[in-house]
């Protein structure tokens, strides 16, 4: 009968399902978790033994990544009652453009497959509470590859924006949403004449002809406050 959350609290054990790819590294592999205290080890074809809370899954560079997950899904048990376990890829060659594939098809667990086996029980342990797990490396591969699509800092957008006075900054920042000089002029109990000098002074140091310029500018990098 399938495995429920019930039996494994009863038995205090994640079922763990082996590595599909049948080799002496995966055999060993499966043997050294098995006798890991609190994890049980389902061999990788043995879709009758129930529903694994964790399966492990190499990577392999050749193959699509959505293939290399069909085949896995393919060695689940398939009954009514039975739920998608958590996966922990195992990486020979990390390439960031499969790790995001994998993250997309909500994988949240990743080794490299010369890991110490510590590291891999941790990660079995980190998955199976709902929680992602990234070695060092592979962290910092995703890092690097979300950075370019992460909006500019202010600095690059405004190269002379530290030249700013702390208030001219604030008068920026409403500039940048729209208000006019009245409205600024009521937000900081200014009068209209000193909001004028500072709007100027603003443009001059940012090297804007006029505020709508540099209304534009900010709404473009959706910068509306600095």
Known sequence: MPHTDTDRGRHGTIRVLAP????????GLATALGRTPGLEVLPA???AAGCPDV???EDV???PVADTLAGLVRRLPQGPGDRRPKIIVMMRDPRTDRIFAYLQADVRGFVCHDAPLDELVTAVKVVF???AFLPHGIALQVIDGILPYLPKPASEIWP???T?????????ALMASGESNAEIADA???????VKFHVSNILRKLGMKNRIQAVARASGTHRATV
């Open 45 to 47: 074809d043995d879709g």
């Open 164 to 172: 700013l006075t702390g208030r001219e900054r604030e008068i920026f």
């Open 61 to 63: 560079p050749a193959v």
């Open 55 to 57: 399966a492990l899954l």
């Open 188 to 194: 900081f109990s200014l009068s209209q004449k000193t």
């Open 129 to 131: 509470r709902n929680e």
């Open 20 to 27: 599909g790819c049948r080799s002496l590294f995966t055999a």
């Open 160 to 162: 002379h924006m530290d």
